[in-house]
């Protein structure tokens, strides 16, 4: 268990509807990072938050947003969904993205969603 | 920019079998590289890390060791077991305007038969 959590663990919806999911990092960790994991794209950063601000931003469709609440959870939201958008989204969480290279992602289990 | 190349699968050993897992990168700098596991139905979980040149990283009888002249982060370990069997991810972090969000390889599935 990384300490990570997210929720829901599935997720079924139609094409055009909007979901939101939610992320708990680690206790004491204040950077969140989504990824979007798909059979064709394979693992990619979305979108990174430190104490909730925005701190990096790949590459993360305009439907999708996030955000970092001040109790440090997070939350990405999907909206105008298409079937392309059929992945598992993970969150990952981190102490801090100021010291170069040295502290740990810690991801969560995932959400698997599936747009019908 | 960043990137990770990995060796693709699937990769199919039977046990106490030796595992290589090819991994190269580019990026500017230096780096930090990781080897992540997925077990069936399971989230990333890290495996090992290295954060500078020669630097070895070991877990669980895996090792990878930081190779700065050929730019590579294979992983390796001696003696398979059923229970590695997964899909592992080579991914690297970088300096600079991208610290912090990870790059991954493209994953390579590890099945292992007794």
């Known amino acids: 268990d990384s300490g990570v959590t997210q929720t829901p663990k599935h997720l079924i919806t139609a094409t055009g509807q909007r979901v939101t999911l939610r992320c708990s990092p680690r206790?004491?960790?204040?950077?969140v990072y989504w990824y979007q994991q798909s059979l064709d794209q394979g693992l990619q950063f979305l979108i990174q938050?430190?104490?909730?601000?925005?701190?990096a931003k790949g590459n993360i469709l305009e439907r999708f947003s996030a955000q970092q609440f001040p109790d440090l959870h997070s939350e990405l939201n999907l909206s105008s969904l298409e079937l392309g958008d059929s992945a598992l989204y993970f969150c990952?969480?981190?102490?801090?993205?100021?010291?170069?290279?040295?502290?740990?992602?810690?991801f969560g289990p995932g959400t698997r969603l599936l747009v019908l | 920019g960043d990137s990770v190349t990995q060796m693709e699968g699937p990769v199919t050993l039977s046990e106490e079998a030796f595992l290589t897992i090819n991994c190269t990168y580019t990026?500017?700098?230096?780096?930090?590289l990781f080897w992540y596991v997925q077990y069936p139905g399971e989230g990333l979980q890290l495996l090992l890390k290295?954060?500078?040149?020669?630097d070895k990283g070991s877990n669980k009888g895996f090792e990878a060791t930081y190779r700065k002249e050929t730019t590579s982060f294979h992983l390796e370990k001696g003696s398979v077991q059923v229970s590695d069997s997964a899909v592992y991810f080579c991914?690297?972090?970088?300096?600079?305007?991208?610290?912090?969000?990870?790059?991954f390889g493209r994953g390579t599935q590890l099945t292992v038969w007794p």
């Open positions: 990952a969480s981190s102490v801090t993205p100021t010291r170069a290279g040295i502290e740990t992602q810690y």
């Open positions: 206790s004491g960790d204040l950077s």
């Open positions: 990026a500017t700098g230096y780096p930090s």
């Open positions: 938050y430190y104490n909730g601000e925005e701190r």
């Open positions: 290295a954060t500078k040149a020669d």
């Open positions: 991914a690297l972090r970088g300096r600079g305007s991208t610290l912090g969000r990870l790059y």
